[in-house]
């Protein structure tokens, strides 16, 4: 069974701009969340989303978003990028919604924004 | 929010040593996960424990729930140097603690 997969895998963008990052769950999980991994603040949830619609959210400004498809993928979009987004952003998928359901995690993207 | 604190932030050991590392809240937790993550990758499951008091073990790795289920502990016998990695505790609602960054020296 192929895992969670994220692309890309590394991004440098310059402040202003936005990025798109995508997120392929596992066959048959509907759940995927994301998170924003930095040394500082550890691993912070940014949203959830079951069967296209989003079910939980996490504290971050609306720059952030995102979105699922029907088949599951998922897209987080960050705009006009600062310093301090400069993270490890992964996606997670689950069978379940909620919270309960184990985690199933990609590689991340590791995104740089000089 | 349901807080989750680690202990220790980090723990540098030889090879061969016991170590214990903890999750603690102050919130019930109706189950918690332990996951383990290693550079360049995501987070791994390593275990779900749902019940007060429940130990699951995991070859060299001792995993317990509190009765209360408020807090749970993480302890490895005779660690090696492949156990290296940030160890992290979840509870509901994709909530984490900030991890443990476990050194395991040959």
């Known amino acids: 069974k192929a895992g969670v997969t994220q692309t890309p895998r590394y991004l440098i963008k310059t402040r202003g701009q936005q990025v798109t990052l995508s997120c392929s769950p596992i066959?048959?999980?509907?759940?995927v969340s994301w998170y924003q991994q930095t040394p500082g603040q550890g691993l912070q949830f940014l949203f959830e989303?079951?069967?296209?619609?989003?079910?939980n959210k996490g504290n971050f400004p609306g720059r952030f978003s995102g979105r699922q498809f029907s088949n599951s993928r998922s897209e987080m979009n960050v705009s006009t990028l600062e310093l301090g987004d400069s993270a490890l952003y992964l996606c997670?998928?689950?069978?379940?919604?909620?919270?309960?359901?184990?985690?199933?995690f990609g590689n991340g993207t590791r995104l740089t924004v000089t | 929010t349901q807080l989750l604190e680690q202990s220790p932030q980090f723990l540098s050991i030889q090879e061969g040593e016991n170590l214990t590392v903890y999750c603690n809240s102050s919130?019930?937790?109706?189950?918690l996960q332990w996951y383990r993550q290693e550079p360049g990758e995501g987070p791994v499951l390593l275990v779900t424990?749902?019940?007060?008091?429940e130990v699951k073990k995991l070859k060299r790795l001792t995993f317990q729930f509190g009765d209360a289920r408020k807090d749970s502990s993480l302890h490895i016998t005779a660690a090696q140097p492949g156990d290296t990695g940030l160890y992290l505790c979840?509870?509901?609602?994709?909530?984490f603690g900030a991890g443990t960054r476990l050194t395991v020296k040959p």
């Open positions: 997670a998928s689950s069978l379940l919604d909620g919270g309960n359901s184990p985690l199933h």
């Open positions: 066959s048959g999980h509907r759940s």
């Open positions: 989303y079951f069967s296209e619609t989003q079910r």
């Open positions: 919130s019930v937790f109706s189950s």
């Open positions: 424990v749902v019940t007060g008091g």
């Open positions: 979840a509870g509901a609602y994709m909530r």
